[in-house]
């Protein structure tokens, strides 16, 4: 890796080479691209019918899966683009390929032939399905086979099988995002420990098992027998009617398909409402007292429930516990009674109805309930509080400007000032600027002597040396920083004390607490304030996903955390941060992944404007 002065992000002077091909590959490099490497896509002459290669890709997706690229046009299966692949290898720090196992080897670019040359080099291959798939490495592994494959068209909704519904194709590239992220962060990892063993490595993530990252509370309720038909607790006898039948039509099925909210056993406070002018507002508290406690008040209903006998248990009591049945527990949503059930959703359904869709969501953000009005993606797209955070981007090709999806990560430099995401259109090398490029291209530096017999680098010990707090909830935090534990990060977990008293679903404890340490403190408490700093002066990283004021008001701030320990990094995820705090920005907005999927345009686009669907 280049060394350089310049702070254009955090991968500056990292030259990589993309072998990548539609999705998955293309996209790894990109975001390395986004974080200022030096990335050089390399395809085939063949896929030049114009700048925008409209002749195999799509001219809109070849510029932001491209973006501050330089492209090369190189046949890999003649002697001299092959010569020319070599060249550029052994000079890169970084491969990227998604070909089926074995296609890189015959064409004499596997990572045993080119780590002679280049033993530093870190070498990511993503395949549909796995090198030692028997059954299956040898298959053309285009998106719709590998979900088709790992389950993913009948798991898109967890609670379909258990109605009789059928696979559901979904247009979302899960296995190749799923497999470009995890491949981004293997490689990061990789460059890590290169810091300090020198040498590189080959890593391979299938897309395919990539795709189960987002199958494990399916796996969980699978293991509880809960969705399936033979289960005697299974579908209720008022309910039967939504077992979907291969006789119903499309129509019905759409219906049935809206109906399964009622059949989910979730709260009424975790749903979708018509409102007063008919457009529909999702609200999801995740079933956590102070957010219901806010929506009821929100809506005015609170003291009317509470006149009718429901009870408002604080976290501390017993009736917190879904396995209490207590029939007036408002916060116990399973321990209501049916009636209770009904009555509640009846209540919130006529106070809906009072307000149009727009007031409701001004209000719920203003009071901090998880919310989002339903929108189309183009909607999503063209809001301007989005657009002037950087969360969508603009691309300008002098013929036509693109709205796009910006940087996936922003990072600060040395000096805590945040480096300004740039997007390029792609540069298309001309057969000079090519040759100048190979000419021109020093070796990578801290390149080791070969050693065909070193053992490969294990994958839990890749970030072996690093150490993570991480005070993460949900979903999105604890799966990352239980991804940092795969590859050997100590990792511990920080919760308040009332988290004991929720029911942990098998899932939690399967994924989202797999490789990590635990600890139960309130980090707002004064009496835990010096174990608190203790734990941050112990850690490399710390991980939170807290908007703004709530983060300050618990100290984990960057200002407070550097205070503590200047060498820590503080890692902040949102549901609707940008790169830029704006005053009528969205980065304060609280998000879960049915608002995200709402706001979005996901759930129209999954189902239709009319039945949105939650794409599970």
């Known amino acids: 890796m280049k060394k350089t002065d310049s702070h254009e992000g955090p991968l500056s002077g990292l030259k990589v080479i993309d072998f990548g091909h539609y999705y998955a590959g293309p996209m790894a490099a990109m975001m390395m691209a986004d974080q200022g490497a030096e990335v050089i896509r390399v395809i085939r002459p063949s896929c030049s019918g114009s700048a925008e290669f409209t002749k195999e890709i799509p001219a809109q997706q070849f510029r932001v899966l491209n973006r501050n690229k330089k492209v090369a046009l190189i046949d890999l299966k003649s002697q001299e683009g092959k010569k020319q692949a070599l060249d550029l290898i052994s000079t890169a720090d970084v491969v990227v390929e ?28 993503l395949p549909g399905f796995a090198s030692t798939d028997k059954e299956r490495a040898h298959i053309q592994a285009w998106e719709g086979v590998m979900g088709a494959a790992s389950c993913l068209y009948r798991e898109t909704n967890v609670y379909r099988e258990k109605y009789g519904y059928p ?58 027998g809960v969705d399936s038909l033979d289960n005697p607790n299974g579908v209720p ?43 529909k507002i999702m609200h999801w508290t995740n079933s956590t007292q102070k957010f219901d406690r806010r929506l009821l008040k929100a809506l005015g209903v609170y003291r009317q429930l509470i006149s009718e006998g429901f009870v408002d248990y604080g976290s501390w009591e017993l009736g917190y516990d ?108 001309t057969s000079q600027a090519l040759d100048e490029l190979l000419n021109g291209s020093p070796a990578p530096s801290g390149k080791s002597a070969p050693q065909d017999d070193k053992p490969a680098i294990k994958k839990g010990d890749l970030l072996s040396d690093l150490k993570v707090l991480d005070f993460t909830n949900v979903a999105a935090g604890p799966i990352g920083c239980a991804t940092l534990a795969q590859f050997g990060a100590d990792v511990i977990k920080v919760d308040p004390p009332e988290f004991l008293l929720g029911p942990l679903p098998h899932a ?25 700093e203790r734990l941050i002066k112990w850690a490399d990283i710390v991980v939170h996903n807290s908007v703004d004021g709530t983060v300050e008001r618990i100290g984990l701030s960057h ?42 345009g996901m759930m129209s686009q999954f189902g239709t404007w009319e039945d949105p669907q939650w794409h599970g």
């Not at 296609?103 to 080099?121: A, E, F, I, R």
């Open 237 to 279: 006898d008022e309910l039967a009617h939504l077992v979907y039948s291969a006789d119903d039509d499309q129509d019905i099925y759409n219906k049935l398909s809206e109906l399964t909210w009622d059949a989910f056993g979730l709260p009424a406070t975790c749903r979708c409402h018509e409102c007063a002018d008919g457009g």
């Open 98 to 125: 998604n070909f089926r196992p074995g296609v890189m080897g015959k064409l004499g670019l596997d990572y045993p032939t080119v780590k002679k040359t280049n033993p530093s080099l870190i070498y990511l291959s």
């Open 322 to 429: 879904n396995n209490i049945s207590d029939p007036g527990g408002l916060f116990a949503p399973g321990g209501l009674s049916k009636e209770r059930k009904a009555r509640l959703a009846e209540v919130m359904k006529e106070a809906f109805l009072k307000k149009t869709v727009d007031e409701w969501e001004e209000l719920f953000v203003k009071l901090d309930v998880p919310c989002a009005k339903f929108r189309t993606r183009a909607q999503w797209m063209q809001l301007d509080p989005l657009v002037s955070a950087g969360v969508f981007a603009e691309m300008d090709n002098g013929k036509s400007t693109l709205t796009t999806v910006g940087r996936f990560a922003d990072v600060t430099d040395p000096e805590g000032k945040l480096v300004t995401p740039k997007f390029d259109e792609p540069e298309l090398l």
């Open 559 to 600: 200002a407070q955390v550097k205070a503590i320990n200047p060498r820590a990094v503080v890692c902040q995820l949102s549901a609707f941060g940008g790169s830029y705090r704006t005053s009528d920005g969205w980065d304060h907005r609280l998000g879960f992944d049915p608002t995200l999927q709402a706001n979005s």
């Open 508 to 532: 939690f404890c399967a994924q989202y607490f797999h490789g990590k340490r635990t600890i139960l403190i309130d980090p707002a408490s004064a009496q835990t304030r010096d174990v608190l």
């Open 167 to 224: 696979p559901v194709f979904t247009w979302v590239p899960q296995c190749s995002m799923y497999g470009g992220i995890l491949g981004i962060l293997a490689v990061t990892a990789a460059l890590i420990k290169r810091e300090s063993v020198g040498s590189g490595t080959v890593i391979e993530i299938p897309m395919a098992d990539a795709n189960m990252m987002m199958l494990t509370f399916k796996i969980w309720m699978h293991s509880c």
